[in-house]
């Protein structure tokens, strides 16, 4: 009998059901569902569907059914900093933000004040970046959302609740919230009562490989069957980490809507140098820090082609960049990037002069490739380690120019693969927790058999 594991992995602009199974010491994966993700404009706020959301999530379960594979365990991993607030009743308070909502530009000034950026840094180890949770929850005060709030779910944990009935928080998710204490791991109090927030919103946190609960009723007649509910790394970020063939001298970059470059570490660095830098340490799996920094990734590209209606694919639009030599370095963080009407105009307006549109791609993949550069340089000054190798995963890797150029502008040898490195990583922590393989060691070895890892 096959014991099949279902990731349930969402992101920004779609989610996948990937099913997974050992055979012959190599992981099998088989998507059955996918579906379309998307934040909405809604009365000038940017927020997500939720109830679309946990529809969508339901519907690839019970495709399983539907195949005729069942699986033991099912975990769902999700983008971090965003979160569900139920009241008393267990209802959702809507409407559930998308970070990129500018509702946050007013509460994190207040916010600064309380508890200053080098203060927070210090405590949770978490870069500053204004659409993070403690502000969002700040603007949930002052806007009074906040009173009518019971419980506190990250997308991941609420989903989660929808499929149980059971109430839990996970830790890899909860540390992108600047409100886990990065020493103690635990929720930091002193923070949450500095900035007025309620601390019974907050359980305790659990972690990846616990089970959460089994199917409520109802989910069983509707899908036709029931399953454990686990953790995995619910973070996206964290799963695909666990899912990187990472080594001491070497980091990563998990490429995605956003690129995340780091380190794995046993300890976090919280050093002024790292606050300096603005890198952060989030939670990862068996307690592994991952110390790293945010740029945004493929963004740029997926926002672009949207401006140009989808007429291009990104192999076309990729060509158009290498077939350009004009060009400007952005910021690829600047604000203006964060949620622009036009992501063409956007980069137009930031260097001051009209490009074609060779010259605006092209633009996006120096800079970002730039970064990259810059984060090899910073990691190495604040953890004093050399960086002999990078391990580019996710669908990002994919894009062989920007492979190209990264490991021309940081003159390291490049390996890309696992592409579905967050799905990976979520079935390998079920795996785990299954009790059919020992540890992220051992997994990450499976890992290797199982899928093309090469150099670029």
């Not at 779609?14 to 998307?38: A, K, Q």
């Not at 509460?107 to 659409?131: E, N």
């Not at 659990?206 to 790394?233: A, Q, R, W």
Request: charged content about 25%; glycine content about 8%; aromatic content about 10%.
């Amino acid at each position: 009998m096959t014991n099949y594991h279902l990731a349930i992995d969402i992101g920004a602009s779609s989610g996948r059901h990937i099913l997974g199974h050992l055979e012959d010491g190599r992981l099998i994966t088989e998507e059955v569902y996918r579906f379309d993700n998307g934040f909405s404009d809604v009365g000038g706020s940017l927020v997500w569907n939720i109830d679309t959301l946990e529809r969508e999530v339901k519907a690839g379960i019970k495709k399983c059914g539907e195949i005729g594979k069942i699986p033991q365990t099912v975990a769902i991993d999700t983008w971090g900093c965003d979160y569900v607030l139920l009241d008393r009743s267990l209802s959702t308070l809507y409407p559930v933000f998308s970070y990129r909502d500018g509702r946050t530009e007013a509460s994190y000034s207040v916010a600064d004040k309380l508890v200053p950026r080098r203060d927070m840094f210090l405590r949770t180890g978490i870069q500053t970046q204004k659409f993070n949770t403690v502000y969002q929850l700040f603007a949930d005060k002052i806007s009074g959302k906040l009173s009518k709030a019971a419980f506190f779910l990250m997308i991941p944990d609420y989903l989660s609740f929808k499929l149980t009935g059971e109430i839990k928080n996970e830790y890899t998710n909860a540390t992108t919230t600047n409100l886990v204490n990065s020493l103690s791991r635990e929720w930091d109090s002193d923070i949450i009562n500095e900035l007025g927030l309620e601390g019974k919103l907050f359980g305790e946190l659990s972690l990846p490989g616990e089970t959460i609960g089994c199917f409520t009723d109802e989910m069983k007649k509707y899908c036709g069957f029931d399953s454990k509910v686990v953790f995995c790394p619910s973070h996206d970020t964290a799963s695909a980490v666990a899912a990187c063939p990472v080594e001491q001298d070497s980091a990563y970059i998990s490429s995605g809507t956003w690129s995340l470059f780091g380190i794995e570490s046993k300890v976090p660095i919280l050093n002024f140098r790292a606050f300096e830098h603005n890198f952060t340490n989030e939670g990862g799996i068996e307690y592994r820090y991952r110390v790293l920094k945010n740029y945004m990734g493929m963004w740029l590209f997926q926002s672009i082609r949207r401006d140009l209606g989808k007429k291009y694919t990104y192999d076309e639009m990729m060509e158009m960049a290498m077939a350009s030599d004009d060009f400007d370095f952005i910021d690829v963080n600047d604000p203006a990037f964060v949620s622009p009407h036009s992501m063409i105009d956007a980069i137009k307006n930031y260097v001051g002069r009209d490009m074609t549109l060779g010259s605006v791609i092209l633009s996006a993949y120096r800079s970002l490739a730039k970064s990259y550069a810059d984060a090899v340089r910073e990691t190495q000054d604040i953890t004093g380690r050399p960086i002999r190798k990078l391990h580019i995963v996710g669908g990002g890797c994919r894009d062989a120019y920007l492979n190209k150029l990264t490991s021309e502008v940081t003159s390291l040898p490049v390996t890309k693969g696992p592409i579905e490195a967050t799905s990976t990583g979520n079935i390998m922590s079920q795996l785990i927790a299954s009790g059919e393989l020992r540890d992220l060691d051992e997994a990450r070895e499976v890992i290797k058999r199982s899928f093309s890892i090469r150099e670029v």
